[in-house]
T-cell receptor, first 116, second 114 residues
Framework: DGGITQSPKYLFRKEGQNVTLSCEQNLNHDAMYWYRQDPGQGLRLIYY???????QKGDIAEGYSVSREKKESFPLTVTSAQKNPTAFYLCASSMGQGTATNEKLFFGSGTQLSVL | QQQVKQSPQSLIVQKGGIPIINCAYENTAFDYFPWYQQFPGKGPALLIAIRPDVSEKKEGRFTISFNKSAKQFSLHIMDSQPGDSATYFCAASILEYNFNKFYFGSGTKLNVKP
Protein backbone atom coordinates (compact mmCIF):
# COMPACT_ATOMS: atom_id res chain seq x y z
CA ASP A 1 0.00 0.00 0.00
CA GLY A 2 1.37 3.39 -0.97
CA GLY A 3 0.98 6.16 1.53
CA ILE A 4 2.21 7.99 4.57
CA THR A 5 2.69 6.28 7.91
CA GLN A 6 2.79 8.27 11.12
CA SER A 7 3.67 6.80 14.49
CA PRO A 8 2.80 6.62 17.23
CA LYS A 9 -0.93 7.36 17.01
CA TYR A 10 -0.94 8.72 20.60
CA LEU A 11 2.00 10.22 22.48
CA PHE A 12 2.34 11.69 25.93
CA ARG A 13 5.04 14.15 26.88
CA LYS A 14 6.29 14.94 30.34
CA GLU A 15 7.32 18.48 31.15
CA GLY A 16 10.88 19.22 30.01
CA GLN A 17 10.98 16.21 27.72
CA ASN A 18 11.69 16.13 24.00
CA VAL A 19 9.58 13.74 21.93
CA THR A 20 9.91 12.65 18.32
CA LEU A 21 7.08 11.93 15.93
CA SER A 22 7.79 9.60 13.04
CA CYS A 23 6.68 10.12 9.43
CA GLU A 24 7.52 7.73 6.60
CA GLN A 25 6.29 7.81 3.00
CA ASN A 26 6.65 5.34 0.14
CA LEU A 27 5.14 7.56 -2.53
CA ASN A 28 8.56 8.66 -3.82
CA HIS A 29 7.55 12.27 -3.13
CA ASP A 30 10.20 14.96 -2.89
CA ALA A 31 8.29 17.35 -0.63
CA MET A 32 7.24 16.62 2.92
CA TYR A 33 5.43 18.80 5.48
CA TRP A 34 4.45 18.92 9.12
CA TYR A 35 1.21 20.60 10.14
CA ARG A 36 -0.27 21.23 13.56
CA GLN A 37 -4.03 21.00 13.99
CA ASP A 38 -5.79 22.64 16.92
CA PRO A 39 -9.56 22.64 17.38
CA GLY A 40 -11.14 25.53 15.48
CA GLN A 41 -7.83 26.69 14.01
CA GLY A 42 -7.32 24.60 10.93
CA LEU A 43 -3.89 23.39 9.86
CA ARG A 44 -0.78 25.45 10.49
CA LEU A 45 2.56 24.73 8.82
CA ILE A 46 5.45 23.88 11.16
CA TYR A 47 8.25 22.81 8.80
CA TYR A 48 8.59 21.66 5.23
CA UNK A 49 11.25 20.00 3.14
CA UNK A 50 11.53 20.08 -0.63
CA UNK A 51 14.54 17.82 -0.93
CA UNK A 52 16.76 15.54 1.15
CA UNK A 53 19.05 17.35 3.58
CA UNK A 54 17.14 20.60 3.22
CA UNK A 55 14.18 21.95 5.19
CA GLN A 56 12.60 25.31 5.92
CA LYS A 57 10.64 26.82 8.78
CA GLY A 58 6.93 27.25 8.37
CA ASP A 59 4.65 29.65 10.22
CA ILE A 60 4.96 28.14 13.71
CA ALA A 61 8.42 26.51 13.86
CA GLU A 62 9.42 27.73 17.34
CA GLY A 63 9.88 24.82 19.73
CA TYR A 64 10.12 22.22 16.95
CA SER A 65 12.96 20.67 14.96
CA VAL A 66 13.13 18.32 11.98
CA SER A 67 15.60 16.35 9.89
CA ARG A 68 15.46 14.98 6.35
CA GLU A 69 18.29 12.48 6.00
CA LYS A 70 16.32 10.16 3.73
CA LYS A 71 13.78 10.93 1.04
CA GLU A 72 11.13 8.76 2.68
CA SER A 73 11.52 9.99 6.25
CA PHE A 74 10.79 13.35 7.91
CA PRO A 75 10.71 13.07 11.72
CA LEU A 76 9.50 15.95 13.89
CA THR A 77 10.90 16.60 17.36
CA VAL A 78 8.78 18.58 19.79
CA THR A 79 11.26 20.14 22.17
CA SER A 80 10.80 21.31 25.75
CA ALA A 81 10.81 24.87 24.37
CA GLN A 82 7.36 24.26 22.91
CA LYS A 83 5.19 25.36 25.85
CA ASN A 84 1.86 24.32 24.42
CA PRO A 85 2.48 21.10 22.52
CA THR A 86 -0.91 19.46 22.94
CA ALA A 87 -2.30 19.12 19.41
CA PHE A 88 -2.93 16.74 16.54
CA TYR A 89 0.14 16.58 14.29
CA LEU A 90 -0.18 15.76 10.62
CA CYS A 91 2.57 14.81 8.22
CA ALA A 92 1.99 15.28 4.50
CA SER A 93 3.83 14.83 1.25
CA SER A 94 3.54 15.98 -2.34
CA MET A 95 5.43 15.47 -5.56
CA GLY A 96 7.19 18.77 -4.91
CA GLN A 97 7.15 20.16 -8.42
CA GLY A 98 7.73 23.68 -7.18
CA THR A 99 6.39 25.19 -10.38
CA ALA A 100 2.66 24.65 -10.07
CA THR A 101 0.25 25.28 -7.26
CA ASN A 102 -2.16 22.47 -8.09
CA GLU A 103 -0.26 19.88 -6.13
CA LYS A 104 -2.14 17.27 -4.17
CA LEU A 105 -1.19 16.89 -0.55
CA PHE A 106 -1.24 13.35 0.84
CA PHE A 107 -1.69 13.19 4.60
CA GLY A 108 -0.87 10.58 7.20
CA SER A 109 -3.36 9.59 9.91
CA GLY A 110 -1.82 11.89 12.47
CA THR A 111 -0.33 11.74 15.97
CA GLN A 112 -2.20 13.11 18.96
CA LEU A 113 0.31 14.58 21.40
CA SER A 114 -0.74 15.33 24.96
CA VAL A 115 1.12 16.71 27.94
CA LEU A 116 1.13 14.71 31.18
CA GLN B 1 -3.94 37.11 10.39
CA GLN B 2 -5.83 34.23 8.85
CA GLN B 3 -5.35 34.13 5.09
CA VAL B 4 -8.43 31.99 4.46
CA LYS B 5 -11.60 32.50 6.51
CA GLN B 6 -14.09 29.65 6.67
CA SER B 7 -17.66 29.51 7.95
CA PRO B 8 -19.65 28.11 9.59
CA GLN B 9 -17.63 26.34 12.27
CA SER B 10 -20.23 23.57 12.47
CA LEU B 11 -23.27 22.53 10.48
CA ILE B 12 -26.10 20.07 11.03
CA VAL B 13 -28.36 18.98 8.19
CA GLN B 14 -30.86 16.24 7.58
CA LYS B 15 -30.11 13.47 5.11
CA GLY B 16 -30.82 14.74 1.60
CA GLY B 17 -30.15 18.36 2.53
CA ILE B 18 -27.60 20.60 0.82
CA PRO B 19 -24.98 21.87 3.26
CA ILE B 20 -23.01 24.89 2.06
CA ILE B 21 -19.60 25.83 3.44
CA ASN B 22 -18.14 29.22 2.63
CA CYS B 23 -14.58 30.50 2.39
CA ALA B 24 -13.11 33.92 1.71
CA TYR B 25 -9.58 35.07 0.96
CA GLU B 26 -7.72 38.34 0.49
CA ASN B 27 -4.56 37.51 -1.44
CA THR B 28 -5.33 37.68 -5.15
CA ALA B 29 -2.10 35.78 -5.88
CA PHE B 30 -3.72 32.54 -4.70
CA ASP B 31 -4.37 30.43 -7.77
CA TYR B 32 -5.55 27.03 -6.59
CA PHE B 33 -8.36 26.29 -4.17
CA PRO B 34 -8.75 22.73 -2.89
CA TRP B 35 -11.19 21.28 -0.39
CA TYR B 36 -10.11 18.53 1.98
CA GLN B 37 -12.33 16.10 3.88
CA GLN B 38 -11.26 14.70 7.25
CA PHE B 39 -12.86 11.87 9.21
CA PRO B 40 -12.21 11.57 12.97
CA GLY B 41 -8.75 10.27 13.79
CA LYS B 42 -7.65 10.42 10.16
CA GLY B 43 -5.67 12.82 8.03
CA PRO B 44 -7.44 15.06 5.52
CA ALA B 45 -7.92 13.80 1.96
CA LEU B 46 -8.37 15.89 -1.18
CA LEU B 47 -12.04 16.08 -2.14
CA ILE B 48 -12.27 18.55 -5.00
CA ALA B 49 -10.35 21.60 -6.23
CA ILE B 50 -10.78 24.58 -8.55
CA ARG B 51 -8.72 27.18 -10.36
CA PRO B 52 -9.85 30.85 -10.27
CA ASP B 53 -10.52 30.96 -14.01
CA VAL B 54 -13.48 28.62 -13.52
CA SER B 55 -16.70 29.67 -11.77
CA GLU B 56 -17.96 26.20 -10.92
CA LYS B 57 -16.66 22.66 -10.69
CA LYS B 58 -18.71 19.58 -10.01
CA GLU B 59 -17.56 16.09 -9.06
CA GLY B 60 -20.33 13.71 -8.18
CA ARG B 61 -22.41 15.24 -5.37
CA PHE B 62 -19.77 17.86 -4.55
CA THR B 63 -19.71 21.27 -6.23
CA ILE B 64 -17.38 24.23 -5.78
CA SER B 65 -18.72 27.66 -6.66
CA PHE B 66 -16.07 30.33 -7.18
CA ASN B 67 -16.57 34.09 -7.24
CA LYS B 68 -13.29 35.71 -8.20
CA SER B 69 -14.45 39.31 -7.89
CA ALA B 70 -15.77 38.71 -4.38
CA LYS B 71 -12.77 36.53 -3.45
CA GLN B 72 -15.08 33.86 -2.15
CA PHE B 73 -15.65 30.19 -2.84
CA SER B 74 -18.00 27.63 -1.43
CA LEU B 75 -18.59 23.89 -1.24
CA HIS B 76 -22.06 22.46 -1.82
CA ILE B 77 -22.90 18.84 -1.05
CA MET B 78 -25.96 17.63 -2.94
CA ASP B 79 -28.20 14.94 -1.47
CA SER B 80 -26.04 14.74 1.65
CA GLN B 81 -25.66 11.38 3.38
CA PRO B 82 -24.70 10.39 6.95
CA GLY B 83 -21.40 9.12 5.49
CA ASP B 84 -20.57 12.72 4.53
CA SER B 85 -20.32 13.60 8.23
CA ALA B 86 -16.75 14.86 8.56
CA THR B 87 -14.72 18.02 8.95
CA TYR B 88 -14.18 20.00 5.75
CA PHE B 89 -11.27 22.37 5.16
CA CYS B 90 -10.95 24.85 2.37
CA ALA B 91 -7.48 25.92 1.33
CA ALA B 92 -5.68 28.26 -1.03
CA SER B 93 -2.23 27.84 -2.45
CA ILE B 94 0.46 30.11 -3.78
CA LEU B 95 4.01 29.67 -5.02
CA GLU B 96 6.45 31.26 -2.58
CA TYR B 97 10.16 30.94 -3.48
CA ASN B 98 9.50 27.82 -5.57
CA PHE B 99 7.47 26.28 -2.75
CA ASN B 100 3.81 25.46 -3.07
CA LYS B 101 2.41 26.88 0.16
CA PHE B 102 -1.09 26.02 1.32
CA TYR B 103 -3.19 28.17 3.65
CA PHE B 104 -6.06 26.33 5.29
CA GLY B 105 -9.37 27.56 6.66
CA SER B 106 -10.34 26.74 10.23
CA GLY B 107 -12.59 23.83 9.25
CA THR B 108 -16.32 23.08 9.31
CA LYS B 109 -17.63 20.09 11.20
CA LEU B 110 -20.59 18.66 9.28
CA ASN B 111 -23.13 16.32 10.83
CA VAL B 112 -25.67 14.75 8.48
CA LYS B 113 -28.53 13.25 10.47
CA PRO B 114 -30.26 10.13 9.14
Amino acid sequence: DGGITQSPKYLFRKEGQNVTLSCEQNLNHDAMYWYRQDPGQGLRLIYYSQIVNDFQKGDIAEGYSVSREKKESFPLTVTSAQKNPTAFYLCASSMGQGTATNEKLFFGSGTQLSVL
Amino acid sequence: QQQVKQSPQSLIVQKGGIPIINCAYENTAFDYFPWYQQFPGKGPALLIAIRPDVSEKKEGRFTISFNKSAKQFSLHIMDSQPGDSATYFCAASILEYNFNKFYFGSGTKLNVKP
